[in-house]
């Protein structure tokens, strides 16, 4: 058994707030037995108002928040998979990005989300992350004391094709933290969730922005961890908090050996028709 922590936060414009919420969480974590906490999407800053985050968005190496948890995680001896944080990028773009720091607060992985969310929902609820953010390019795997993590973010999760990716590396955790929103979450989070837990047979662990936030936003909560089998061990409701998971591994090579979906896998191209 391999014991995580799940954080779901209601992430404000203040990003020492928000900062001081992650420290508490990996504090009770580490006391409760747990090795790695999971957070959600712009953990550390949620802000809709461009003009008052910029300050606060600067490169990686120069954020005080980054600085910050890792400081954090090293205190408390526990991984911190940060679900995502905005940084300045070198092309004066932003980047969504995802952290993977160590229990000696050293920097295994970063992410960059590579699906931007431009979307259009109706009653005024409008979103282009690509005005003001730049898309990764690269899918990104890293080596943990709970095994090989697969690192996604939020709107990724509807693109089958980075999770395919994923699974051809065989990962034994895939993390997808996310800032739904409430008509999108109530319709496809459960079933999407699901979904890339069964096509990888890997665990999905899922941590999500909730509740009303400080810039006007409404984000639908529900973190999830489910199983290799679509299990779902967790699913919270619509308040913050944290919960801790059992994540049995051999549940992994159980399901594959089940089920070889993995192994039975053709490649599909222009040969068979595509």
Known sequence: MHRIAVLQMTSGIDWRANAKTIDDALQEAASGG??????????????????????DIVAEKDS?????MQRSAAQHGIWLALGSHPVLHVDGKWR???????????????YDKIHLFDVTLGNGDDWRESAVYGAGEEVVTAETPAGL?????????????????????????????????????????????????????????????????EDGRSTYGHSMVVDPWGEVLLEMDDQPGLALVDLDMSRIAAVREKLPALANARNIGKGMGA
């Open 64 to 68: 005080a928040f980054i600085s910050e």
């Open 149 to 213: 993590l697969g690192l996604t973010i939020c709107y990724d999760i509807r693109f089958p094709e980075l999770y395919r990716a994923l699974a051809l590396r065989q990962p034994d955790i895939i993390t997808i933290p996310a800032a739904f929103t409430v008509p999108t979450g109530k319709a496809h989070w459960s079933v999407l969730v699901r979904a890339r837990a069964i096509e990888a047979q890997a665990f999905v662990v899922a941590a999500a922005q909730c509740g009303s936030h």
């Open 96 to 110: 969504n990005r995802s952290l993977l720091i160590d229990d000696k607060g050293q920097m295994q992985a970063r």
């Open 34 to 55: 747990a090795g790695m906490v999971f957070t959600p999407e712009m953990s550390g800053l949620l802000d809709r108002k461009r003009s008052r985050a910029t300050p």
